[in-house]
């Protein structure tokens, strides 16, 4: 299957100033050489605890914040230092779907404003009969009503909010989303329309997706293959069926081990991880997991490790990032 996104190596650090001159006196690696591909029509995973990178990491892929080092290719071509009109005209292609729906669209602007913005801005529809129909059909596509089209965002609740930012999304027909955390703002009642709304979308119009989330189960329910992120680096990536039956960073089981079973007479076995995560102004040295880790050994705390194959012959495409990954 076409590889449709590659990130080869990534870094963004952001600077922290200080001093009378407001000199940069150091830095917070927010994202650490991550590399990753995802194919056409899948969806990649992301999670990890909060301030480990995955937002930073998605807009770095979509351009909005630049890059410090490292590529990302979009259906072969590099992107990362393309000028602002070709980036531009790239927009179409990709696009992202935020976390906050209240705070993520113009509390001024209509319904109708909102969704045929990006059609003026990249000119799609030639006449206002074709604007006004492409805008009707991305309110039916997204399962809102029709007379939404006059409405203002302050009146419609959390999850239809969401269903306008799909939409806002969908509007210039890209290949690949970014989703930032897109149902976590939202009632758990909410959260499994707008994912079966997404896998639906998906299906018919052959969209790809970077589906970052803190929700392990929602992660498991929607993704294709998972990647595991700690303190802006991946500590491990598998198709995901495999991932959650198999996993092998000690991470990974961590934070496995914290899905709720809806079963009180099961009892399973709860892993704790000691002390807090570093801090991404000063990581430690070698394996950044190793001050929590519970099977450290010397070498872990000088040598970082790489991102290889798992061992024990696990399914193809299975990689972990651990000295003593088992």
Do not use: W
């Not at 351009?63 to 490292?70: D, F, I, K, M, Q």
């Amino acid at each position: 299957m076409e590889t449709l996104v590659s990130v080869r190596d990534l870094v963004k650090r952001f600077p922290v100033k200080g001093g009378f001159f407001s000199r940069e006196v150091a830095s917070v690696k927010a994202v650490s050489g991550v590399s990753f591909d995802i194919r056409r029509g899948e969806t990649l995973g992301l999670v990890g605890e909060s301030g480990c990178g995955k937002s930073t990491l998605g807009r770095c892929i979509l351009r909005l914040l630049e890059p410090t080092s490292g590529q990302v290719f979009f259906k072969g071509r590099d992107i990362t230092h393309l000028p602002a009109g070709e980036l531009r005209a790239l927009r179409r292609n990709m696009q992202i779907i935020f976390q906050d729906p209240y705070a993520s669209l113009n509390p001024r602007m209509t319904v109708e404003d909102i969704l045929g913005e990006p059609l003026d801005i990249h000119r799609i529809c030639a006449t206002r009969d074709d604007r006004r129909k492409r805008i009707l059909q991305l309110l039916d596509l997204c399962g809102l009503r029709r007379e939404a089209v006059s409405r203002y965002p302050h009146e419609f609740s959390g999850g239809q909010r969401q269903r306008i930012c799909i939409a806002r999304a969908l509007a210039v027909e890209p290949e690949f989303i970014v989703c930032d955390e897109p149902v976590s703002a939202l009632d758990v009642s909410i959260q499994a329309q707008i994912v079966n709304l997404m896998q639906d979308l998906q299906k018919e119009l052959k969209l790809t997706y970077l589906f970052i989330a803190h929700d392990l189960k929602i992660v498991e329910h929607i993704s294709t293959e998972v990647a595991v992120m700690y303190l802006g680096q991946i500590v491990e990536r598998a198709p995901a069926e495999e991932l959650y039956a198999n996993p092998k960073h000690p991470y990974t089981r961590a934070l496995l081990s914290a899905i709720p079973i809806p079963d009180p007479t099961y009892q399973k076995e709860r892993i704790i991880l000691k002390g807090d995560v570093p801090s991404p102004l000063t990581p430690p040295s070698g394996c950044f997991f190793h001050p929590r880790c519970s099977l450290v050994q010397e070498n872990c705390k000088h040598d970082a490790p790489h991102l290889l194959a798992a061992p024990g012959g696990v399914a193809e495409g299975h990689c972990v990032s651990c000295h003593y990954a088992k």
